[in-house]
């Protein structure tokens, strides 16, 4: 539906392989000054530094470096979510730069039969806010986060516009704001993507702090437009041990150059919100972008990262998709992890995971459902097996 919608709308944007154009993809491993990286350590002390710096520069905008305070307040907790097999807490994060304050609220589910510190997936959320209550009402259909408690993995979300509101005109209302006191932003300024991948930094500092989670066995997700924040949080914030992207095409997994489905022109049109104003300048001109999403992925190795995509979501283009995770194993391979290298993609609901990639593409519209749930789950579940 969706894909009907939006071709229907927007007659102008490419839905077929024939027409894709050619491209020559950026080499995450040459320097910009066109040197080879060809050790562990060039890309540690090198190149990583450079290419997230040209993402910061150009696509998501840099984050403010003035000092700030965060605090967290429980507002309501109650230990017997999904017939006693969760804690929930209803959350507030409050951050202060000296006198100003900004508060966010988030939700949290911790199992209740953890006997030692377990995994968290802080998933950021772009429809309908959580609370424990209204999560408690929807699992009856959904299950999603029961699922997860099962598995004796700890949840937290947040909803994006209580962070940075997902609005063209909401720049005032948000974190961006609060941080440059309202004044307005610089091109490389951070946009509204980056801004909630703060967030989930935030929301994962909390949980971190809590001696039911373990540290070292952290994911961070999303769906959409939240799966292009994960992926970019992962980039910035190394903490997280695996990212979790969920249809989330332009400016999340899939090749800008293939201009398949939505283009940088689009999406930087209809949501220039989420990116940094940069971004804009390469509308009709992705050849001249320094960079592609491939090397996004990149920026998380050696960690892991799962990329799912839906046949029906032609806007979010699968097979852009799938390439980006093809296209960033050289650099898992320098770094000495196992990754997915197959050109070709697997069939339908039929997961690939190779070492440090994980990769599905479901039958039907743009949605997280309970089957990439559940194939995303066992992808962590290897990663993080003792
Ligand atoms: C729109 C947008 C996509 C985005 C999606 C969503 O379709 O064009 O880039 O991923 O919304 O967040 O559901």
Redesign the pocket.
């Known amino acids: 539906a969706?894909v009907a919608k939006?071709s229907a709308r927007n007659p102008q944007f490419n839905y077929e392989e024939s027409k894709v154009p050619t491209f020559t993809l950026p080499d995450p491993l040459k320097m910009a000054d066109g040197r080879s990286v060809s050790s562990k350590q060039d890309w540690i002390n090198g190149r990583r530094d450079e290419l997230v710096e040209v993402f910061r520069r150009e696509v998501y905008g840099r984050r403010p470096t003035t000092e700030y305070h965060v605090d967290f307040q429980v507002l309501a907790e109650t230990d017997d979510v999904f017939e006693g097999k969760a804690t929930g807490r209803d959350m507030q994060a409050i951050v202060t730069i000296g006198e100003r304050e900004f508060k966010f609220p988030f939700t949290v589910f911790i199992p209740n039969a953890v006997t030692e510190p377990g995994p968290v997936i802080v998933f950021i959320n772009?429809r309908r806010p959580d609370t424990v209550q209204s999560v408690i009402e929807e699992e009856a259909s959904t299950g999603a986060k029961r699922t997860i408690i099962d598995r004796g993995y700890a949840i937290a979300t947040f909803h994006t516009s209580d962070v940075d509101p997902d609005r063209k005109d909401g720049y005032a209302d948000g974190i961006r704001a609060f941080f440059a006191n309202g004044q307005p932003l610089q091109n490389d300024d951070w946009g509204g993507l980056s801004a909630w991948g703060w967030a989930a930094s935030r929301v994962l500092d909390y949980m971190v702090a809590q001696p039911e989670i373990d540290s070292s066995r952290t994911a961070v997700g999303g769906h959409?437009?939240s799966g292009?924040t994960a992926l970019w949080a992962a980039a910035e914030d190394p903490r997280f041990s695996i990212a979790y992207s969920n249809d989330?095409?332009?400016?999340g997994a899939a090749i800008s150059r293939r201009r398949f489905g939505?283009t940088v022109g689009r999406?930087t049109s209809?949501?220039p919100h989420w990116f940094c104003e940069n971004f804009t300048a390469y509308s009709e001109r992705e050849d001249q972008l320094p960079v592609d999403q491939h090397e996004l992925l990149a920026l998380i190795a050696p960690r892991a990262v799962y990329v799912a995509s839906a046949d029906l979501d032609l806007?979010?283009d699968p097979k852009g998709e799938y390439a980006s995770v093809v296209a960033a194993a050289p650099v898992y391979q320098l770094l000495g992890e196992e990754v997915i290298t197959d050109p070709e993609m697997p069939p339908l609901n039929t997961p690939r995971h190779i070492g440090k990639t994980g990769y599905h593409i479901r039958s039907g519209a743009?949605m997280i459902s309970e089957t990439d749930w559940k194939m995303f789950l066992d992808f962590a579940a290897g990663q993080w097996s003792r």
């Open positions: 969706q939006d772009n959409s437009r292009k989330s095409g332009c400016g939505e999406i209809v949501f806007w979010a743009h």
